[in-house]
């Protein structure tokens, strides 16, 4: 059954009668070729679990099925349950499970599935919450290797920005900490039903294998990067102080330049590194 084909979802969505939820982003694939790139895309090696995020009806998880040991998927609208029950009963390595992405215990659905195998994350993700997803998963503490999304054009260009660049943005700063984003192609609006008012591209994340920076204290790398962004316009000497009173004028000033850069710069002009640094010489004031 080609489940990216228009009749297909139409009548099965119409034989367990329901509807697209758009409280739940619900846009389907119906260019079979894009799932099949995704999956193709989204791990280098066949030995492992696949987490997906928000199987619909299921085009991407038969894709990551016939390609992958495991594939959990865990879809939030029980409305679909039924439905990926058939249209995914040929393939014997999926579990399909009826819970929020922000509330299952991420932790514990990876030791009960994975085997000990690696695991990548692949999904379409529903656009509402596409950061507050991929937030969750990189500060689970959960060691997966990739992450590969679909998400509206213009986060996907915000993922992959290079500082000082208009679209970088706090989410790129915090993704630098945790692995490396590649944008691989776009997906235009026209791929879906129902057609979403933006175009879409796939992204990569390859999560490193140990830590890439050591930072003393989280809490802190996360505050700055925070207050750099929430106060674009103002310098990020201005901007820290705004946000955190604990610090003086002259301690961050100092600790700007330590790190090589002006005192008057703007936050969004900062790498990852960068954060990273700063935050090490602020923490030990
Ligand atoms: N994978 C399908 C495809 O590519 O055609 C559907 C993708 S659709 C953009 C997003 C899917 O995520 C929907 O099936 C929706 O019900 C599901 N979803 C939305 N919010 C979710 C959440 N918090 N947890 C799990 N699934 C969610």
């Keep these: 059954m080609d489940l990216c084909n228009l009749s297909v979802i139409k009548s099965v969505m119409a034989e367990a009668g329901i509807t697209f939820r758009k409280e739940f982003g619900q846009n389907f694939l119906t260019n079979r070729m894009i799932p099949e790139d995704i999956a193709d895309?989204?791990?280098?090696?066949?030995?492992?679990?696949?987490?997906?995020?928000?199987?619909?009806?299921?085009?991407?998880?038969?894709?990551?099925?016939?390609?992958?040991?495991?594939?959990?998927?865990?879809?939030?609208?029980?409305?679909?349950?039924?439905?990926?029950?058939?249209?995914?009963?040929?393939?014997?390595?999926?579990?399909?499970?009826?819970?929020?992405?922000m509330k299952i215990d991420l932790a514990a659905l990876i030791k009960e599935y994975s085997e000990g195998m690696p695991v990548s994350?692949?999904?379409?993700?529903?656009?509402?919450?596409?950061?507050?997803?991929?937030?969750?998963?990189?500060?689970?503490?959960v060691k997966f290797s990739t992450i590969t999304v679909m998400v509206q054009n213009e986060v996907a260009a915000r993922l992959a920005a290079a500082p000082g660049k208009s679209d970088y943005g706090a989410i790129t700063a915090s993704l630098g900490y945790y692995g490396t984003v590649r944008k691989l192609f776009k997906v235009s609006r026209g791929c879906f039903?129902?057609?979403?008012?933006?175009?879409?591209?796939?992204?990569?994340?390859?999560?490193?294998?140990?830590p890439k920076y050591k930072v003393k204290d989280e809490e802190l790398f996360k505050s700055l990067i925070r207050a750099a962004f929430e106060m674009r316009r103002k310098t990020l000497q201005n901007a820290i102080s705004s946000c955190l009173g604990r610090f003086s004028?002259?301690?961050?000033?100092?600790?700007?330049?330590?790190?090589?850069?002006?005192?008057?710069?703007?936050?969004?002009?900062?790498?990852?590194?960068?954060?990273?640094n700063l935050s090490n010489i602020l923490s030990n004031k």
Excluded: W
């Design 41 to 101: 895309m989204c791990a280098d090696t066949p030995d492992r679990m696949i987490l997906e995020i928000g199987p619909g009806i299921g085009c991407l998880t038969q894709e990551l099925a016939a390609r992958y040991k495991k594939v959990v998927a865990v879809e939030i609208d029980r409305g679909l349950i039924p439905i990926l029950s058939k249209t995914l009963a040929e393939y014997d390595n999926i579990t399909v499970i009826n819970e929020d992405i």
């Design 121 to 141: 994350v692949c999904a379409n993700l529903p656009y509402y919450i596409t950061t507050p997803i991929l937030m969750r998963l990189l500060e689970s503490g």
């Design 193 to 210: 039903v129902p057609a979403p008012k933006v175009d879409s591209a796939v992204v990569r994340i390859d999560l490193f294998d140990e």
């Design 249 to 276: 004028k002259e301690e961050i000033s100092a600790a700007i330049k330590a790190i090589g850069h002006d005192e008057l710069v703007r936050g969004e002009r900062l790498s990852t590194e960068d954060f990273v």
